[in-house]
């Protein structure tokens, strides 16, 4: 079974630019996670969709970030302008719905994003 | 609000020794709670999952336990071995479906 695939893998931007994370997750997943892992941090959710509708997007900065998981499958994560406190690793999850799986998250590579 | 945090930071051991990773959480009322394993520059593992109707989980040396009632999950590693070298993390859920919280991790180094 593929896991969850993410890319770019790394991302070098300056401020104010824009940049686009995709992410596709494991076959037949409802559900997708974004989170973002800053430096010496746990990662913290940024967006949760639930097949192309969105969940929990309750911390996502929703002035510079957009994200959106067209019918149900791939998504794609937007940041304009980005910041310097923007920097940080872009994890993708997918996860079944509750059943035999029990829930259990899957975790993409992720996407290291520099902002100079 | 679910809060996780993840005691000692750090931890250096030489290889062969058993340890424990030790999470607590503030929230009793989880859904289930999950172990990864992140090595550096990469994404995260998952190396345990416990419901919370589980007491442990165990997976070759590895075996985690959940008690809800005190707020805690532990890690124990067993004969550990250089290539256990890591960051672990443990996430909680509280509810089917919902997106995990996560502690700081522990980074474990283990010596040859």
């Known amino acids: 079974e593929a896991g969850v695939a993410q890319s770019p893998r790394y991302k070098i931007i300056e401020k104010r630019q824009s940049v686009a994370f995709w992410c596709n997750p494991i076959?037949?997943?409802?559900?997708l996670y974004w989170y973002q892992q800053i430096l010496g941090q746990g990662p913290k959710l940024l967006i949760q969709f639930q097949n192309n509708g969105v969940v929990d997007d309750s911390q996502l900065p929703k002035d510079r970030f957009s994200a959106e998981r067209l019918k149900g499958v791939d998504s794609t994560l937007k940041i304009q302008p980005a910041k310097l406190e923007d920097s940080a690793v872009y994890l993708c999850?997918?996860?079944?719905?509750?059943?035999?799986?029990?829930?259990?998250?899957?975790f993409g590579p992720g996407t290291r994003l520099t902002v100079l | 609000k679910q809060e996780v945090t993840q005691i000692p930071a750090a931890l250096s051991v030489p290889e062969g020794e058993n340890l424990v990773l030790n999470c607590s959480f503030t929230d009793s009322a989880i859904y289930n709670l999950q172990w990864f394993r992140q090595d550096p520059g990469k994404g995260l593992t998952s190396l345990l999952l416990?419901?919370?109707?589980?007491r442990e989980q165990t997976s070759g040396r590895l075996n985690a336990s959940l008690d809800k009632s005190s707020g805690r999950s532990t890690l124990y590693i067993a004969a550990s071995q250089p290539g256990d070298s890591a960051t672990y993390l443990c996430?909680?859920?509280?509810?089917?479906?919902?997106?995990?919280?996560f502690g700081k991790g522990t980074t474990l180094s283990v010596s040859s």
């Open positions: 076959s037949g997943h409802a559900t």
């Open positions: 416990i419901q919370s109707s589980q």
């Open positions: 996430a909680a859920s509280n509810q089917a479906g919902t997106a995990l919280i």
């Open positions: 999850a997918s996860s079944n719905l509750p059943g035999p799986s029990y829930n259990e998250q899957f």
